[in-house]
């Protein structure tokens, strides 16, 4: 056999603190991933026809093994993509969350439905076949289970490509599947190439596909989807608004605003990377922001601090999107820079000022840039916060609830927030709008995506 060639980065493990390569794996063959498509195929039969309570049994257990090795999955993603343990843990553990909420409710959820007015007519959800998952870097764990926890359940099985920095994440949840009774087949990980990728969702033996990551990719795998007739979920980048109308401690404000900004170091699909706050409360809130971004110092072997992005290029191109506006007329507050040397810690960044003409007013910043706008009415706000290509997620505070649910409502987003950063759990349907793709993961629609609701109608 040989290895099928391709011009993408290869399957490494790179730690981003130090740009130290310890590990590398093939691109698979065409003969593995063939195998992989038709154990896909020929295993399907045998798991959409077993019971639903026997496929959520076995989707529970793969759930509590996350939690159960999630020191060992930390330290996985830690030092593939960078991740502090901390995090890396919590999201390992959040896991376990999502398998269970699928465990408990999917058999339901699934249920055969009456067709209202009819008692001879029902509504059947049923497996379609094989789905091909693409999955990223950034919660390596977190969106492998929100793709595979629903899909188990419904009883299509699976192939999984993940991201070409996170081959040992891969493996582990490979691992986690089968020691929790996935059978053979029903969930197969392949060190695929974009070739590879295009030629499956091709195969008639696939029956869907579902990628979370860049716009570029989305676009190139509908395409692909498209021309072939198959069924496909995206859910690609976001540049959040996260308006504040006006707060009665301000300090805090920046508090919240500034974690939530933090998390996996600013690189999270959605994420606030556009803070839009009120001309009266807006001087203090950059202030507030600003000392505590300046307060933060790149981690270390001797002392925590913040994380490194995912790995050089990532960070390079970060900056060329904080020079541009800075060159631009952009005030840079703090950070702003990329320490020497081959790691990925890029200092944390406060940017105001920012104008139509810059990268940053349209363009995603997937790192630890807050960008902050200053506006003078509601009106303002929403309109701003509307004006760029995504549709993922947005937030909106106040002390006057209603005041907020107003500007709320009027977000061309797929998940408007009232005085809270995100609306977030196993329950609860993920996805966006625009340029953020389309479809849903998690809660009661995440199971929807990826089955046959075929009516059954008996003549009486």
Not at 38 to 60: H, K
Not at 323 to 333: I, N, P, R, S, Y
Not at 414 to 419: D, E, S, Y
């Amino acid at each position: 056999m040989t290895t099928q060639t391709s011009t993408q980065p290869e399957y490494k493990v790179t730690d981003p603190a130090t740009g130290e390569v310890s590990e590398t794996f093939p691109f698979a063959t065409d003969a593995e991933v063939e195998a992989a498509t038709s154990g896909a195929a020929a295993a399907f039969a045998d798991w959409g026809a077993r019971p639903v309570e026997e496929r959520a049994a076995i989707a529970r257990r793969v759930g509590e093994l996350f939690t159960e090795r999630a020191d060992d999955l930390a330290a996985i993603a830690t030092k593939e993509m960078g991740k502090s343990h901390g995090q890396a843990k919590g999201e390992a553990e959040f896991c376990t969350d999502i398998f269970g909420y699928y465990a408990d409710n999917g058999p339901e959820l699934i249920a055969t439905k009456p067709v209202p007015g009819y008692e001879n007519a029902h509504v059947e959800y049923r497996p379609v076949g094989t789905i091909v998952g693409v999955m990223p870097w950034n919660y390596p764990y977190y969106q492998v289970a929100r793709f595979a926890a629903p899909n188990l359940i419904v009883g299509n099985t699976m192939i999984l490509k993940h991201a070409e920095n996170c081959p040992k994440a891969a493996l582990a949840i490979a691992d986690i599947m089968r020691d929790a009774g996935v059978p053979d087949g029903v969930y197969t990980n392949v060190f695929a190439t974009f070739e590879q990728v295009a030629g499956m969702i091709a195969d008639p033996r696939i029956h869907g596909v579902s990628l979370t990551g860049s716009e570029r990719a989305g676009a190139a795998v509908a395409a692909e989807a498209g021309k072939h007739l198959k069924k496909v979920v995206l859910e690609l980048g976001g540049s959040d608004p996260y308006i504040i109308l006006d707060s009665d401690d301000v300090d805090a404000a920046a508090e919240t605003a500034w974690e939530t900004r933090m998390e996996n170091v600013g690189q999270a699909c959605n994420s606030n990377k556009r803070m839009i706050v009120m001309d009266d409360i807006y001087d203090d809130f950059v202030a507030g922001l600003t000392r505590r971004a300046a307060e933060l110092t790149p981690r270390s072997a001797d002392a925590d601090g913040y994380a490194p992005m995912v790995s050089r290029k990532a960070a390079e191109g970060l900056l060329a999107q904080v020079q541009d506006a800075v060159e631009k007329g952009a005030t840079l507050h703090t950070g702003g820079t990329l320490a020497d040397g081959p790691g990925a810690f890029f200092a944390p960044t406060v940017l105001t000022g920012v104008t139509p003409e810059m990268r940053a007013y349209k363009e995603e910043l997937f790192g630890p840039v807050a960008v902050v706008y200053k506006v003078s009415s509601d009106d303002e706000a929403v309109e701003l916060a509307n004006v760029v290509d995504y549709g993922l997620g947005g937030a909106v505070f106040s002390t006057d609830e209603e005041r907020a649910v107003r500007a709320a409502s009027r977000l061309d987003v797929g998940m408007a927030n009232v005085n809270t950063p995100a609306g977030e759990g196993a329950d609860l349907p993920f996805g966006g709008t625009k340029r953020s793709g389309f479809g849903r993961e998690l809660g009661p629609l995440g199971i929807e995506e990826f089955v046959n609701k075929r009516l059954f109608y008996v003549q009486r």
